[in-house]
């Protein structure tokens, strides 16, 4: 399924409940889903055009399909620098925990690796939104931030739904996913400073009540 969201940035819902979700930012695909995510991807994008296609971060229920998407529509593709390396090579092990959990996931949903044509950093642009630094949750996690409306494609730096439940509710990413959970508060407290209108996520709904974002921050600051 495929709606738009905000002027020029619609939400692609890849698995049912809004729990895995890509973006489509004017003509920039943010995020592939797993590895079996194609279809319903290319589905979503039968009347569009893209140019380019972008990761958050290179977990594999992000870049699942990504080899596939590059490949298909002939486009770049742009990841964040730290994550590149693994989204190269597949070697994954500064990316993610070892544990039970993730290693199912990985197992389940990891795509094969692809070349990365651009390393993201700090104020690049991408379709009119500002690519951001926000490592914790991977090494080379990015959002992507539209100033002027205050649009926010966040990733997985903060989860809308409960993994068990997929009931809505704002939440710090799993610890089992995460490798560095305290650089990621600090990228909580990053955003919540730009006082955003919309935030996208990875997993769940987008979010409009700030003062939901405002609560965790200060609960974790």
Same mark, same amino acid.
């Not at 939104?129 to 959002?143: I, K």
């Not at 990621?184 to 990053?190: A, G």
């Given at each position: ?28 695909? @943010? !995020?592939?889903?797993? *590895? ?6 290319? /589905?979503? $994008? &039968?009347?569009?055009?893209?140019? =380019? ?51 199912? @996931? !990985?197992?389940?949903? *990891? ?6 044509? /651009?390393? $993201? &950093?700090?104020?690049?642009?991408? =379709? ?56 990621? *508060? ?36």
């Amino acid at each position: 399924m495929i709606r738009e969201i905000a002027p020029e940035v619609y939400q692609i819902s890849l698995m049912p409940r809004q729990s895995i979700n890509a973006y489509l930012i004017k003509d920039v695909l @943010v !995020d592939a889903g797993s *590895r079996h995510s194609f279809k319903t991807i290319a /589905k979503a $994008l &039968k009347n569009k055009k893209i140019s =380019a296609h972008a990761l958050t971060h290179a977990h594999p229920d992000h870049q699942g399909s990504s080899k596939q998407v590059c490949e298909s529509y002939q486009v770049p593709l742009w990841v964040g620098g730290a994550d590149a390396h693994a989204m190269e090579t597949g070697n994954y092990d500064k990316l993610i925990p070892k544990n039970s959990i993730s290693n199912f @996931v !990985d197992k389940r949903f *990891r795509g094969p690796a692809h070349a990365v044509d /651009k390393q $993201l &950093k700090e104020g690049d642009e991408v =379709a009119g939104f500002t690519v951001l630094e926000v490592p914790g949750h991977s090494p080379g996690h990015v959002a992507y931030w539209r100033e002027k409306d205050g649009i926010l494609i966040l990733g997985d730096v903060l989860r809308n739904m409960n993994y068990a439940t997929t009931l809505t509710g704002l939440a710090e990413p799993p610890k089992v996913f995460t490798p560095d959970p305290a650089l990621n *508060r600090k990228s909580i407290l990053k955003i919540a400073q730009l006082k955003p209108k919309l935030i996208t996520f990875g997993h769940g709904a987008p979010l409009t009540n700030m003062d939901k974002l405002y609560k965790l921050a200060d609960k974790i600051s």
